[in-house]
């Protein structure tokens, strides 16, 4: 019918390297739009490969296998709607990031991306050629334009479409998380729609990807920003959308309208997603952890229960002559409240033998720093034996503000493969907590209720390396500390800008040096769940050698 189009609109989950599993999920999908009566099947950015795939493009082997699947998906999906997948497209010694439409047996156009990214984590230019900008092509009685990701964040791919005949924009997405970013997303969007008076389609891929979740949420937009249809985050969802022409132009009928959760929810679910992902394509099918009966162990045992299931996660009590009872009796109560199992090592015996071989080169030193970290070292060696004779991956439980100012033991407590708080300043740890207690999904695997008690969440931190220690002994107050690293991580600011915000001059400057001297543990740390446009790793690159402190 010459009026009405339907446009099947995958939000899915590829892996990164497993072309033939996305090319079996596309031609899936192919069939249910196919079955549904759809004209058109729409899968998310570079799904082919999975996003996002780093130098691993640059791979000719690669890129050649991804066109294979591509035009044999073309071949094999002849007798239906058209498909529009994501993949790399190389032409002589050039190499595009491309969104390839396939119809009748043919790959019948090929868009280019034009705007590359090349901020936070994205390296584009480094990776791709900029395309030129396609034009729309034409799908039954509709002209589709594709502005791919980075191209509808600007006026001039989305204005040229419209110019040259396009009647609705489809745009293709792997844009991953940050707390905040689907406002943003919108906000352009509907820019976009404003300026060109066309629907519009956001069509965004969800599941993790090292340290990146992409979050879905994909949307419809009529002309104007008009909103007709939105998705879920963090589901896979298949959705069949409408448009429907009038006598001023193409409409979305209205569809579904899921609601978004809260910034909270948010982060949380990006913390098991990305550590069930991580699990899951890597082939990890178990964890573990100390349980140290504080409050970063706690939370990252609860979100292991939730992403993995409780049967699945191996807690493990280390304790050494300076850990409390109470702290014992916190982490088996923590153990119970989540249903995991709980072992335990005493590290008491290896400290005092290890203490004893080096007595004779320590001989007129004083205990210092250097006895406390063989602790955290030994508990790394006995959680790495259980992961390497159990294979239970090792999970790390340093949050964002011990990450910056080096609070935590290489070798030691900063061993393991993956860190689902890595990117979480200490204060929203202890909010987090309280949350995750008020807060059961049925996403979650973990049971429902208060999993992390209360008593938990209220004592002060503490690492128990030696008679009664406090992390303010050596750090100030964590609402001090995380406003000043906030500052200065996340938002680049100065010395004196972080001092008019009423902090100590001298804490100030030894926060600043405390994150410059502990770049070198960060890159050598283990990758954790992104939450913030500022993440260590790929969003903040700094030298591991830099001398530089701000004069202010």
Same mark, same amino acid.
């Given at each position: 019918?010459?009026?009405?189009?339907?446009?099947?609109?995958?939000q899915? $989950?590829?892996?990164?390297?497993?072309?033939?599993?996305?090319?079996?999920?596309a031609r899936?999908?192919?069939? @249910?739009?196919?079955?549904?009566? %759809?004209?058109?099947?729409?899968?998310?950015?570079?799904f +082919?490969?999975g996003?996002?795939v780093?130098?691993?493009?640059?791979?000719?082997?690669?890129?050649?296998?991804a066109?294979?699947?591509?035009?044999a998906?073309?071949?094999?999906?002849a007798?239906?709607p058209?498909?529009?997948?994501?993949? #790399?497209?190389?032409?002589g010694?050039?190499?595009?990031?491309?969104?390839?439409v396939?119809?009748?047996?043919?790959?019948?156009?090929? &868009?280019?991306?034009?705007?590359? #990214?090349?901020?936070?984590?994205?390296?584009?230019?480094?990776?791709?050629?900029?395309?030129? &900008?396609s034009?729309?092509?034409? *799908?039954?009685?509709?002209?589709?334009?594709?502005?791919?990701?980075?191209d509808?964040?600007?006026?001039?791919?989305?204005?040229?479409?419209?110019?040259?005949?396009?009647?609705?924009l489809?745009?293709?997405?792997?844009?991953?998380?940050?707390?905040? !970013?689907?406002?943003?997303?919108?906000?352009?969007m509907?820019?976009?729609?404003?300026?060109?008076?066309l629907?519009l389609?956001?069509? $965004?891929?969800?599941?993790?990807?090292?340290? @990146?979740?992409?979050?879905g949420?994909s949307?419809v937009?009529?002309p104007?920003?008009?909103?007709?249809?939105s998705?879920?985050?963090?589901?896979?969802?298949i959705?069949?959308q409408?448009?429907?022409?009038?006598?001023?132009?193409?409409?979305?009928?209205?569809?579904?309208r899921?609601?978004?959760?809260?910034?909270?929810e @948010?982060?949380?679910?990006v913390?098991?997603t990305a550590?069930?992902?991580?699990?899951?394509k890597?082939?990890f099918?178990? *964890?573990?952890?100390?349980?140290?009966?504080?409050?970063?162990?706690?939370?990252?045992?609860?979100?292991? /229960?939730?992403?993995?299931?409780?049967?699945?996660?191996?807690?493990?009590?280390?304790?050494?002559?300076?850990?409390?009872?109470?702290?014992?009796?916190?982490?088996?109560?923590? %153990?119970?409240?989540?249903?995991? !199992?709980?072992d335990? +090592?005493? &590290?008491?015996? #290896?400290?005092a033998?290890?203490?004893?071989?080096?007595?004779?080169?320590? =001989?007129?030193r004083?205990?210092?720093?250097?006895e406390?970290?063989?602790?955290?070292?030994?508990?790394?060696?006995?959680l790495?034996?259980?992961?390497?004779k159990?294979? =239970?991956?090792?999970?790390?439980?340093g949050? !964002?503000?011990? /990450?910056?100012v080096?609070?935590?033991? +290489?070798?030691?407590?900063?061993?393991?493969?993956?860190?689902?708080?890595?990117?979480?300043?200490?204060?929203?740890?202890?909010?987090?907590?309280?949350?995750?207690n008020?807060?059961h999904r049925d996403w979650?695997?973990?049971?429902?209720?208060? /999993?992390?008690?209360?008593?938990?969440?209220?004592?002060?931190?503490?690492?128990?390396?030696?008679a009664?220690q406090?992390?303010?002994?050596?750090?100030?107050?964590?609402?001090?500390?995380?406003?000043i690293?906030?500052?200065?991580?996340d938002? =680049?600011?100065?010395?004196p800008?972080?001092?008019?915000?009423?902090?100590?001059p001298?804490?100030v400057?030894?926060?600043?040096h405390?994150i410059?001297?502990s770049?070198?543990?960060?890159?050598?740390s283990?990758?954790g769940?992104?939450?913030t446009?500022?993440?260590?790793?790929?969003?903040?690159?700094?030298?591991?050698?830099?001398?530089?402190?701000?004069?202010?």
């Amino acid at each position: 019918m010459a009026d009405r189009f339907r446009l099947t609109l995958a939000q899915l $989950n590829p892996t990164v390297g497993d072309l033939s599993g996305n090319a079996a999920l596309a031609r899936d999908v192919w069939e @249910q739009g196919r079955a549904a009566g %759809a004209q058109m099947v729409a899968l998310p950015e570079m799904f +082919i490969t999975g996003y996002q795939v780093q130098d691993l493009v640059l791979k000719p082997a690669f890129v050649n296998h991804a066109t294979d699947l591509i035009e044999a998906l073309a071949r094999d999906c002849a007798d239906g709607p058209a498909l529009g997948i994501g993949g #790399p497209y190389a032409y002589g010694d050039r190499l595009y990031n491309a969104y390839w439409v396939l119809e009748g047996g043919a790959v019948k156009a090929r &868009i280019l991306k034009h705007k590359l #990214p090349n901020e936070t984590v994205f390296d584009e230019k480094r990776l791709y050629d900029e395309g030129p &900008i396609s034009g729309p092509y034409t *799908v039954g009685p509709l002209r589709v334009g594709t502005p791919i990701c980075e191209d509808a964040w600007h006026p001039d791919v989305a204005e040229a479409l419209q110019e040259s005949g396009a009647e609705i924009l489809l745009v293709p997405n792997g844009s991953p998380y940050y707390r905040g !970013k689907f406002d943003r997303r919108v906000a352009h969007m509907v820019a976009r729609t404003v300026e060109t008076g066309l629907p519009l389609v956001y069509l $965004n891929m969800v599941g993790a990807q090292d340290d @990146q979740t992409f979050d879905g949420a994909s949307f419809v937009l009529n002309p104007h920003g008009t909103l007709a249809a939105s998705l879920p985050a963090f589901d896979e969802v298949i959705h069949h959308q409408d448009f429907e022409r009038g006598e001023d132009g193409w409409h979305a009928v209205e569809g579904p309208r899921a609601v978004h959760p809260d910034e909270w929810e @948010q982060d949380y679910r990006v913390m098991v997603t990305a550590l069930r992902d991580y699990c899951r394509k890597t082939g990890f099918g178990q *964890v573990l952890l100390g349980l140290s009966g504080g409050i970063d162990s706690a939370v990252v045992a609860a979100i292991a /229960v939730d992403a993995l299931g409780p049967a699945n996660v191996r807690c493990v009590m280390l304790p050494s002559e300076y850990t409390s009872q109470a702290s014992l009796d916190d982490a088996t109560e923590v %153990a119970r409240l989540l249903g995991v !199992k709980l072992d335990r +090592i005493d &590290i008491e015996g #290896p400290r005092a033998a290890v203490t004893e071989a080096l007595a004779h080169l320590f =001989e007129g030193r004083d205990p210092d720093l250097t006895e406390e970290n063989i602790q955290s070292r030994l508990r790394g060696l006995s959680l790495m034996a259980l992961s390497n004779k159990f294979g =239970e991956m090792l999970l790390t439980t340093g949050n !964002k503000s011990e /990450v910056a100012v080096g609070y935590a033991t +290489i070798y030691g407590d900063m061993s393991g493969g993956y860190n689902p708080i890595k990117d979480m300043y200490k204060t929203r740890v202890f909010q987090t907590c309280r949350w995750r207690n008020d807060n059961h999904r049925d996403w979650m695997m973990g049971p429902k209720g208060t /999993v992390i008690p209360p008593r938990v969440i209220d004592k002060p931190p503490t690492a128990e390396l030696r008679a009664d220690q406090k992390d303010e002994d050596s750090l100030p107050p964590y609402e001090v500390l995380d406003d000043i690293l906030e500052q200065l991580i996340d938002f =680049e600011a100065s010395v004196p800008e972080v001092v008019g915000r009423g902090h100590d001059p001298e804490m100030v400057k030894k926060v600043e040096h405390l994150i410059y001297i502990s770049e070198y543990k960060r890159f050598q740390s283990a990758p954790g769940a992104r939450l913030t446009p500022r993440a260590f790793w790929l969003d903040r690159r700094y030298p591991i050698v830099n001398r530089w402190r701000d004069p202010g």
